[in-house]
């Protein structure tokens, strides 16, 4: 169901399109991609690029975490286009720092650490919070369907899974965890 009809009489401004997707590759690792691009909707003068024309990116900035099983980053590259002063990418080599990092609680913080404030760029920090959860949505997904029908050892301890009260749906005494995940379940 979509918003409510707007105020008459506005126009639009800026912008912003966030775009995630994540990869199987065949090497066994994942690669999650993100893509920031803004755009104003009116034509303005810029100290660095001079007149930046309606519809022309402000900012087109992308991101490829590799990451492997243990959602621990492989590898990193990443690739600023468009920017609005002639040294924001100067940043760029900065995030090779994110290697060796761990999705996972704390995620944001340590990436701050590594890569916040005049070491990065904070367009492209922003990223990686919705980037994690798209290495969360697809990679757990995809190793179910890859062991789906394999053996299991009945001895591996059962890991909490990661949304479980995490939101409204997922709570522990919700009717989706008792229907889904009754081992976790703690209602009445």
């Not at 126009?11 to 991609?33: K, Q, S, V």
């Not at 959602?71 to 600023?80: C, L």
């Not at 070491?119 to 990679?139: K, S, Y």
Request: charged share 25%; hydrophobic share 35%; net charge negative.
């Amino acid at each position: 169901m979509p918003l409510s009809a707007p105020q008459e009489g506005r126009r639009p401004l800026h912008t912003r399109d966030i775009e995630m997707n994540a990869f199987y590759r065949e090497d066994g690792l994942w690669d999650i991609e993100g893509r920031v691009r803004d755009v104003k909707a009116y034509s303005y003068e810029s100290q660095a690029r001079g007149r930046v024309v309606a519809g022309e990116p402000v900012h087109d900035m992308n991101i490829r975490l590799t990451v492997d099983e243990t959602f621990t980053v492989v590898d990193i590259e990443v690739k600023m286009d468009a920017f609005p002063f002639s040294i924001c990418n100067e940043v760029e080599p900065n995030f090779d720092a994110i290697r060796g990092l761990k999705i996972g609680p704390g995620w944001m913080k340590r990436v701050r650490e590594q890569v916040g404030g005049k070491h990065g760029c904070t367009h492209v920090v922003e990223l990686f919070g919705p980037m994690a959860t798209v290495a969360f949505q697809a990679i757990p997904t995809h190793m179910r369907q890859m062991n789906d029908g394999k053996p299991q050892d009945p001895n591996k301890p059962k890991r909490k899974p990661h949304a479980l009260g995490g939101c409204h749906s997922w709570a522990y005494d919700s009717p989706v965890v008792k229907e889904l995940l009754p081992e976790w379940y703690q209602g009445d």
